[in-house]
């Protein structure tokens, strides 16, 4: 449109560009239409007439507000109303006239652009007033329009119409289409928006991705802008880290269909499926038909658009691959949650770290890499940096020349001193900045670097230098973080499932990680004993999820909370349950849970493993008979003796548990010949007592409770 400006004013037209979107309604567009021509025209160069324009539009704004605020105002736009507005029509109809007058020596050309970016309810009655109210002679309109956008305007004003054909029909003369940008007419303009944008985009992938790109001049513009902001954080980044392809092809995705990647980077199922699907077509391992049926993105396929939308998934899943550390998930968020610390970052410290010459200056460097939010980048930094030794570890095991692999050795080992610097001096686990999920790839990743070991001689110091790494990553850290890592690194199946238990892994570090086990389950121990003491402490145990790991050690025969140590100590506290309510209440709630697994076949599909270990449990007699004279200790009201009974006649009669171990003290024998003589206990559901033999009033049963 402004090619055809600059011709048409060179040829003695007046040319005026109007853009649509700037109003709200179609009578403050036709004003500002109106306006505009006539300020084109010089029709408004007297300030006096500017001025009362802009007074009346204040006017009317002002007379409104006070209309629908205050009930005079309503009373007097009654009658001031029609005023007004027979007042703006006036002039209106004068400006128009003023304006024909004008134009009887004058061509006028008025490209009305912009108009996909108008309101689609005023766009029919624009064009409407255009041909009809606004058909002034020598004037001329060229028309910048999408016949998409202006039929979702069409309903609102006549149901008649059905589709922008007929409409534009009536409306526009000499209609033109603007051709398809050829995949060439892309690349010029992309370049020649590079050129002005002066930005660090990687022209070479945006070749590779011109199939993809918007055929909307507007909405590629749109887009190289978006990535032209993205050049900070992309900057961060090392070219092999993250694929950038990737990352575009996201970003398109994100710009035109927002709700839909938003939805998709929720969802960890249609991530993984569409990283598994991807992969599948890249490598002919599913048919055409499959690759149809099963795409895991239709889930989230809008109806408008949906044949672009998929093309964008489908061109992400073919681009996705795991030679980068971040996969299509890490992409999608990474606009909106940047990493802390990316890989490039970590070498950078890391050069500054080795080229330290001394201890001090080596934490100065790392003082100053962890200056804002020392907790977040910290912990951040402890991951990269064991990446980074894995890294250099496997860049040993390829170089053929002595003198280098010294060199890189050495390398390891400074990885090696950094950790410990982090972990040590620090305190980066110890002061609880590392979250579960960064210590669990912080382990993860050492223990992946147990396979390195020959030649030995080469290999000998970093073995050495990941155990004493491993102790200094568990010393001082937070119950509540070895609580929710002991699932993972517990002492009897930890070497086991991290398959280092191989002979090659070397005995230290099969130590070193049974070590850990034991001081996890030991810490963990010690705040299940500490529940006993506590009120309702046991009872926590079947109400919160978060300390399961707690729950499963109580019940577990073979866990460290039963060996002869904590035994001792538990039953230590068993003997205060005389003295104690509080002890005495959570002995009785482990002893009810205990039968409660034991006893009843209905848990074992409930709780699995945890309801044979309780089994094996209710099945030691010395330790069933401790857990029972804690519970009863004192007397205890009646509705508990009731569940007793029951709980007792369970280990009698399904595990068979002596009599002997369960003798009853003489005032719940008392109790249960006087208030329970012919009760029959359902062993069947321990879970539900049955209480319909108790006849005692609430005032009874609180006086037996006292």
């Given at each position: 449109?402004?090619?055809?400006?600059?011709?048409?004013?060179?040829?003695?037209?007046?040319?005026?560009?109007?853009?649509?979107?700037?109003?709200?309604?179609?009578?403050?567009?036709?004003?500002r239409?109106l306006?505009?021509?006539?300020?084109?025209?010089?029709?408004?160069?007297?300030?006096?007439?500017?001025?009362?324009?802009?007074?009346?539009?204040?006017?009317?704004?002002?007379?409104?507000?006070?209309?629908?605020?205050?009930?005079?105002?309503?009373?007097?736009?009654?009658?001031?109303s029609?005023?007004?507005?027979?007042?703006?029509e006036t002039?209106?109809?004068?400006?128009?006239?003023?304006?024909?007058?004008?134009?009887?020596?004058?061509?006028?050309?008025?490209f009305?652009?912009?108009?996909?970016?108008?309101?689609?309810?005023?766009l029919?009655?624009?064009?409407?007033?255009?041909r009809?109210?606004?058909?002034?002679?020598?004037?001329?309109?060229?028309?910048?329009l999408?016949?998409?956008?202006?039929q979702?305007?069409?309903?609102?004003?006549h149901?008649?119409?059905k589709?922008?054909?007929?409409?534009?029909?009536k409306?526009?003369?000499?209609?033109?289409?603007?051709?398809?940008?050829?995949?060439?007419?892309?690349?010029?303009?992309?370049?020649?928006?590079?050129?002005?944008?002066?930005?660090?985009?990687?022209?070479d992938?945006?070749?590779?991705?011109?199939?993809?790109?918007?055929?909307?001049?507007?909405?590629?513009?749109?887009?190289?802008?978006?990535?032209?902001?993205?050049?900070?954080l992309?900057?961060?980044f090392?070219?092999?880290?993250?694929?950038?392809?990737?990352?575009?092809?996201?970003?398109?995705?994100?710009?035109e269909?927002?709700?839909?990647?938003?939805?998709?980077?929720?969802?960890?199922?249609?991530?993984?499926?569409?990283?598994?699907?991807?992969?599948?077509?890249?490598?002919?391992?599913?048919?055409?038909?499959?690759?149809?049926?099963?795409?895991?993105?239709?889930?989230?396929?809008?109806?408008?658009?949906?044949?672009?939308?998929?093309?964008?998934?489908?061109?992400?899943?073919?681009?996705?691959n795991?030679?980068?550390?971040?996969?299509?998930?890490d992409?999608?968020?990474?606009?909106?949650?940047?990493?802390?610390?990316t890989?490039?970052?970590?070498?950078?410290?890391f050069?500054q770290?080795?080229?330290?010459?001394s201890?001090?200056?080596?934490?100065?460097?790392?003082?100053?890499?962890?200056?804002?939010?020392?907790?977040?980048?910290?912990?951040?930094?402890l991951?990269?940096?064991?990446?980074?030794?894995?890294?250099?570890?496997?860049?040993?095991?390829?170089?053929d020349?002595?003198?280098?692999?010294?060199?890189?050795v050495?390398?390891?080992?400074?990885?090696?001193?950094?950790?410990?610097?982090?972990?040590?001096?620090?305190?980066?686990?110890?002061?609880?900045?590392?979250?579960?999920?960064d210590?669990?790839?912080?382990?993860?990743?050492?223990?992946?670097?147990?396979?390195?070991?020959?030649?030995?001689?080469v290999?000998?110091?970093?073995?050495?230098?990941?155990?004493?790494?491993?102790?200094?990553?568990?010393?001082?850290?937070?119950?509540?973080?070895?609580?929710?890592?002991?699932?993972?690194?517990?002492?009897?199946?930890?070497?086991?499932?991290?398959?280092?238990?191989?002979?090659?892994?070397?005995?230290?570090?099969?130590?070193a990680?049974?070590?850990?086990?034991?001081t996890?389950?030991?810490?963990?121990?010690?705040r299940?004993?500490?529940?006993?003491?506590?009120?309702?402490?046991?009872?926590a145990?079947?109400?919160y999820?978060?300390?399961?790991?707690?729950?499963?050690?109580?019940?577990?025969?073979?866990?460290?909370?039963?060996s002869?140590?904590?035994?001792?100590?538990?039953?230590?506290?068993?003997?205060?349950?005389?003295?104690?309510?509080?002890?005495?209440?959570?002995?009785?709630?482990?002893?009810?849970?205990?039968?409660?697994?034991a006893?009843?076949?209905?848990?074992?599909?409930?709780?699995?493993?945890?309801e044979?270990?309780?089994?094996?449990?209710?099945?030691?007699?010395?330790?069933?008979?401790?857990?029972?004279?804690?519970?009863v200790?004192?007397?205890?009201?009646?509705?508990?003796?009731?569940?007793?009974?029951?709980?007792?006649?369970?280990?009698?009669?399904?595990?068979?548990?002596?009599?002997?171990?369960?003798?009853?003290?003489?005032?719940?024998?008392?109790?249960?010949?006087?208030?329970?003589?012919?009760?029959?206990?359902?062993?069947?559901?321990?879970?539900?007592?049955?209480?319909?033999?108790?006849?005692?009033?609430?005032?009874?049963?609180?006086?037996?409770?006292?």
């Amino acid at each position: 449109m402004r090619m055809m400006d600059d011709i048409l004013e060179g040829a003695g037209y007046a040319c005026l560009l109007f853009l649509s979107w700037k109003a709200k309604t179609f009578e403050e567009l036709k004003g500002r239409l109106l306006l505009d021509i006539a300020d084109k025209l010089g029709l408004h160069e007297n300030k006096a007439v500017k001025a009362m324009d802009r007074g009346k539009s204040v006017l009317r704004k002002a007379w409104q507000a006070g209309r629908d605020e205050n009930v005079w105002f309503k009373i007097a736009d009654t009658v001031a109303s029609p005023a007004i507005t027979w007042a703006e029509e006036t002039h209106e109809n004068g400006l128009i006239q003023r304006i024909a007058e004008s134009l009887k020596e004058t061509r006028l050309v008025i490209f009305v652009d912009d108009l996909d970016r108008a309101r689609p309810e005023v766009l029919p009655e624009l064009l409407l007033n255009l041909r009809e109210v606004l058909n002034l002679p020598n004037v001329h309109y060229v028309l910048g329009l999408s016949p998409q956008i202006v039929q979702e305007g069409l309903a609102d004003v006549h149901k008649g119409w059905k589709s922008t054909t007929g409409f534009l029909e009536k409306i526009v003369e000499y209609p033109a289409y603007l051709p398809e940008p050829s995949e060439n007419h892309i690349r010029l303009f992309i370049r020649h928006q590079l050129e002005k944008l002066h930005s660090s985009i990687n022209k070479d992938v945006l070749e590779d991705l011109n199939p993809y790109l918007p055929r909307n001049p507007r909405r590629l513009k749109t887009f190289l802008r978006s990535l032209s902001s993205l050049g900070g954080l992309l900057g961060r980044f090392d070219p092999g880290e993250i694929n950038i392809a990737l990352v575009y092809l996201c970003q398109m995705l994100r710009l035109e269909f927002p709700e839909e990647a938003r939805s998709i980077s929720r969802d960890k199922e249609v991530i993984k499926g569409m990283q598994e699907h991807g992969l599948n077509v890249a490598f002919n391992l599913m048919s055409k038909k499959e690759s149809k049926d099963e795409r895991p993105e239709l889930k989230y396929k809008p109806q408008q658009g949906s044949e672009r939308f998929l093309e964008l998934c489908q061109a992400i899943k073919e681009a996705n691959n795991y030679g980068t550390e971040y996969g299509l998930v890490d992409v999608l968020i990474v606009f909106d949650n940047p990493p802390i610390l990316t890989r490039k970052e970590t070498e950078q410290v890391f050069r500054q770290f080795v080229e330290a010459a001394s201890e001090a200056e080596k934490k100065a460097v790392l003082r100053s890499a962890l200056t804002h939010d020392i907790s977040s980048r910290a912990s951040a930094l402890l991951v990269k940096t064991v990446q980074l030794r894995t890294r250099l570890l496997n860049h040993v095991a390829h170089i053929d020349s002595l003198a280098q692999q010294q060199t890189a050795v050495r390398q390891v080992a400074d990885a090696g001193n950094l950790l410990k610097i982090l972990l040590q001096d620090f305190g980066v686990v110890r002061e609880g900045w590392t979250s579960i999920e960064d210590w669990k790839a912080f382990e993860e990743e050492l223990t992946k670097q147990a396979h390195f070991l020959k030649p030995e001689d080469v290999y000998a110091a970093a073995r050495n230098d990941e155990v004493e790494i491993l102790y200094l990553a568990v010393a001082g850290m937070p119950v509540d973080m070895m609580e929710a890592l002991l699932e993972d690194i517990n002492e009897l199946s930890f070497a086991r499932t991290r398959g280092i238990s191989k002979p090659s892994a070397g005995p230290e570090l099969i130590k070193a990680y049974n070590d850990i086990g034991k001081t996890f389950s030991e810490s963990v121990a010690d705040r299940l004993l500490e529940r006993f003491q506590r009120a309702d402490g046991i009872e926590a145990l079947w109400r919160y999820k978060h300390v399961e790991v707690q729950k499963q050690i109580a019940y577990d025969a073979s866990s460290v909370f039963h060996s002869k140590t904590y035994r001792e100590r538990l039953y230590a506290l068993a003997d205060t349950a005389g003295y104690n309510e509080i002890v005495q209440r959570n002995f009785l709630e482990f002893f009810q849970m205990l039968v409660y697994l034991a006893a009843d076949e209905k848990r074992r599909l409930e709780y699995g493993r945890l309801e044979a270990t309780a089994r094996i449990l209710a099945s030691d007699a010395s330790f069933t008979a401790r857990m029972w004279s804690a519970s009863v200790a004192q007397p205890l009201n009646l509705r508990v003796v009731g569940e007793l009974k029951t709980y007792r006649s369970a280990l009698l009669e399904k595990l068979r548990v002596p009599e002997s171990v369960l003798p009853e003290p003489d005032w719940y024998k008392a109790m249960v010949e006087q208030y329970l003589p012919n009760a029959e206990p359902n062993i069947d559901q321990i879970d539900e007592v049955d209480e319909t033999e108790v006849n005692l009033t609430d005032a009874e049963d609180d006086t037996l409770s006292q």
